[in-house]
C-alpha cells in the first residue's frame, strides 16, 4: 500500500519532512545555483530547508492526477491575483484525490474591515493601519537592491478574501463540501506539522476536499 501523499504549497521556510514542499520563490533557486548563491541578493534572508523545492502552483505542481490525499497552504492564495487564484484552486482540485483533504488558512478581509470601521471611530490613522494590515500599498517606493529584491517577491498581498467569496470560488473550482475551520481541528494529525498558530490569527480558515472541505 502506497504511502499518503501531502502535499503544501506556498511553504517558504516550512518544510517538514513527510509532506511534498513547493514555494514559487526565486530566491530558491538564486540560493542553490552555484555562482548566483554568492550575489548578495542570494544572501539576504534565511536560505529555504532543502525539504522545500521550487514550484508554482499557477503553473502546475509535477503531481500526478488524483493521487494527494492531504493539501495544504498557508497564506498563499491572497499574494495571487484573482484569475491566478482560481487557476490554483482547479490545480489543487487536480492533484486531490477523492475524499481527500485540502486545508487552507488566509487574511479575513471581512475582520480587517470590522476592525478599520471600529479604530475609524476615535483614530484618525486608522485607514493608514488598516492599509498596513491589508499589505496592499507601498509605504515606501523600492529603490536600488530592494526594487530588484521586489521584482522576486510576492510579499504583496493582490487579491483579499472573505468566507464567502472564497467558498464561491471553491465550488467554481469543483469542491463540494465545504466549511470554515480552526486552528489544528482537523481529523488529520499530519496538517498539524505545517500549521503554525500565528498564521491562524483573525484568519480566515477553511478546509476543502474533492468533494470535501474539512
Given at each position: 500500500m502506497d504511502a499518503p501523499l501531502h502535499v503544501q504549497y506556498g511553504a517558504?521556510?516550512?518544510?517538514?519532512?513527510?509532506?511534498?514542499?513547493?514555494?514559487?520563490?526565486?530566491?530558491?533557486l538564486l540560493q542553490r545555483t552555484p555562482g548566483l548563491n554568492l550575489l548578495p541578493l542570494a544572501r539576504r534572508g534565511a536560505p529555504y530547508p532543502k525539504?522545500?523545492?521550487?514550484?508554482?502552483?499557477?503553473?502546475?505542481?509535477?503531481?500526478?492526477?488524483g493521487t494527494a490525499d492531504l493539501i495544504y497552504c498557508?497564506?498563499?492564495?491572497?499574494?495571487?491575483?484573482l484569475a491566478d487564484c482560481r487557476t490554483a484552486l482547479r490545480e489543487t482540485h487536480r492533484m486531490l484525490?477523492?475524499?481527500?483533504?485540502?486545508?487552507?488558512?488566509?487574511?479575513?478581509?471581512?475582520?480587517?474591515?470590522?476592525?478599520?470601521?471600529?479604530q475609524a471611530a476615535t483614530d484618525p490613522a486608522?485607514?493608514?493601519?488598516f492599509i498596513?494590515?491589508?499589505?496592499?500599498?507601498?509605504?515606501?517606493?523600492?529603490?536600488?537592491?530592494?526594487?530588484?529584491?521586489?521584482?522576486?517577491?510576492r510579499s504583496f498581498h493582490h487579491w483579499m478574501w472573505d468566507y464567502p467569496a472564497m467558498e464561491?470560488?471553491?465550488r467554481a473550482a469543483g469542491f463540494r463540501t465545504i466549511r470554515p475551520a480552526r486552528y489544528q481541528d482537523s481529523v488529520h494529525a499530519a496538517f498539524r506539522d505545517v500549521e503554525?498558530?500565528?498564521?491562524?490569527e483573525h484568519a480566515l480558515a477553511s478546509r476543502r476536499s474533492n468533494n470535501r472541505w474539512r
Open positions: 517558504g521556510l516550512c518544510g517538514p519532512p513527510g509532506w511534498l514542499n513547493y514555494d514559487a520563490s526565486p530566491m530558491i525539504t522545500v523545492r521550487f514550484g508554482d502552483v499557477v503553473r502546475g505542481l509535477p503531481v500526478k492526477s498557508s497564506h498563499t492564495l491572497e499574494h495571487l491575483a484525490k477523492a475524499g481527500g483533504t485540502f486545508r487552507a488558512v488566509l487574511p479575513d478581509i471581512r475582520y480587517l474591515c470590522e476592525e478599520y470601521l471600529r486608522a485607514a493608514v493601519t498596513r494590515e491589508t499589505h496592499m500599498g507601498l509605504a515606501e517606493t523600492p529603490r536600488g537592491l530592494a526594487k530588484l529584491r521586489s521584482l522576486f517577491s464561491l470560488e471553491l503554525e498558530p500565528h498564521r491562524w
